[in-house]
Each structure stands twice: as structure tokens, then as C-alpha cells.
């Protein structure tokens, strides 16, 4: 014969089991939508900076200088196509075997990409989110990030490079 207190705390552990299997579900959901976002979000600027690095590759020097956002002369009065060719042309150091993009980091309304040029060489870029314009970084390191964005970048920023290159 069962006794009165046989089923005492039976519905605490099965709802203790339902919030705990609940928690998992909604921090796997939430860690699985958010972690792609942070890996992808900088995609179409490391895209347009693979571009122009592939035309470098292939010596199309005037499309890539196009592709920097040099298309209106206007544009890069500051830095004409001579000055362009002497950083990025075939007297310049730029190594086509090593060049390739090394990390990327969204910087207010720019991303910085660091690009290793040659063995010797690397350069940080920058590339207006709004307009696409590459130029170099007005700074080696992004000076608004807080101590958790950086920390975040350090970490998870990890993950994006399999898919840098």
C-alpha cells in the first residue's frame, strides 16, 4: 500500500528538469544566432579588401586603385595613383604569395583589417562601413573599444580567421 508521502517532491524535480532544460535550449539558441553574426558581421568589407588584394595579385593596378575608392580623381587628392603604386605596385614590397588578411575588427563606423603584405610588411586598413572606401587605419588599433569588446575580439575573434583568407 503506498503511503501519503511516497510522491512528496516528485513535481519539484520535474519542474526543476523543465527550467533546466529550458535554460540549455535558450542559451544554445542564443549562442547559436549570435555567435554567426559576430564571426560574419564584417563579410562584405573583408570581401571588398580580398578584391582588391586579388587585383593586386593580378597587377591590375588601376582597378584596384578604383576598388581603394579611387575612382573620382577628386576622391584621393591625397593620395594620387603614383603614391599608390609605390605602396602597392611592382617596386613596392608587396610580397602576392604572403598577402593575405590576418584579422579583422569593427571600429565604430570602419572596419580595421590587417593585411600582411610580405614577411616584412603589414599594414592595417580601414574600410568606411557606409561607403566602402579602403584607406590605411588612422590608428593601428581601434581607440573606442572597451575593455570587453576587446576582450571579445581577442577570443571570438579567433574564430573568424579560417575564414579571412
Known amino acids: 500500500m503506498a503511503g501519503y508521502l511516497d510522491q512528496y517532491g516528485a513535481g519539484d524535480e520535474r519542474r526543476a528538469a523543465i527550467i533546466k532544460r529550458t535554460i540549455y535550449i535558450v542559451v544554445g539558441a542564443i549562442v547559436f544566432t ?23 595579385r593580378k597587377h591590375d593596378y588601376t582597378a584596384a586603385y578604383k576598388t581603394w575608392g579611387c575612382d573620382n580623381p577628386k576622391v584621393c587628392d591625397g593620395y594620387p595613383l603614383a603614391r599608390f603604386l609605390e605602396d602597392w605596385g611592382e617596386k613596392s614590397t608587396v610580397d602576392p604569395k604572403v598577402l593575405r588578411i590576418e584579422d579583422s575588427e ?30 590605411f587605419a588612422p590608428t593601428p588599433v581601434c581607440p573606442s573599444k572597451s575593455f570587453w569588446g576587446m576582450a571579445a575580439h581577442l577570443t571570438l575573434g579567433k574564430l573568424r580567421k579560417p575564414f579571412l583568407n
Not at 35 to 56: A, G, Q, T
Not at 110 to 128: C, H, K, N, P, Y
Open 106 to 135: 569593427s571600429c565604430g563606423n570602419g572596419v580595421m583589417l590587417t593585411v600582411r603584405a610580405s614577411r616584412d610588411r603589414q599594414d592595417t586598413l580601414w574600410v568606411e562601413k557606409s561607403t566602402g572606401i579602403i584607406s
Open 34 to 56: 549570435v555567435l554567426p553574426w559576430y564571426i560574419f558581421k564584417n563579410h562584405s568589407h573583408e570581401r571588398r579588401v580580398k578584391d582588391f588584394l586579388e587585383l593586386i
